[in-house]
């Protein structure tokens, strides 16, 4: 299983970026789909997860929770996290997460004036 994200990068707070991730290698039933981010020198940590194969069951932090939305294009093993409101202390790299198990190599998100 390959995993690769796309999408990050600078904005203001308030502002929006919506990041990709692409699976190749299974189909994205096989596995509860994940976003994390990590800080300098802390472990990474949960914000989204999806269960495509429970009908789209979705779970959120509260750090992120009415500001974050995580969807999918199963025909395209895609997973997306569309980030709206954005706030300095999102500034961190994101990570997709296959099962638990399989992980992309990150992208940098970066929010500031």
């Known amino acids: 299983v390959h995993i690769a994200e796309s999408g990050g990068g600078s904005v203001q707070p308030g502002g929006s970026l919506r990041l990709s991730c692409h699976v190749s290698?299974?189909?994205?039933?096989?596995?509860?789909m994940s976003w994390y981010r990590q800080y300098p020198g802390k472990a990474r940590e949960f914000i989204a997860h999806?269960?495509?194969?429970?009908?789209?069951?979705?779970q959120y932090s509260d750090a992120v929770k009415g500001r974050f939305t995580i969807s999918t294009d199963n025909a395209k093993r895609m997973i997306f996290l569309q980030m709206d409101g954005l706030r300095p202390a999102d500034t961190a790299v994101y990570y997709c997460?296959?099962?638990?198990?399989?992980w992309g190599q990150g992208v940098q998100v970066t929010v500031s004036s």
């Open positions: 999806i269960d495509v194969q429970d009908t789209g069951w979705v």
């Open positions: 290698g299974a189909a994205l039933d096989e596995y509860v």
């Open positions: 997460n296959a099962g638990n198990t399989y």
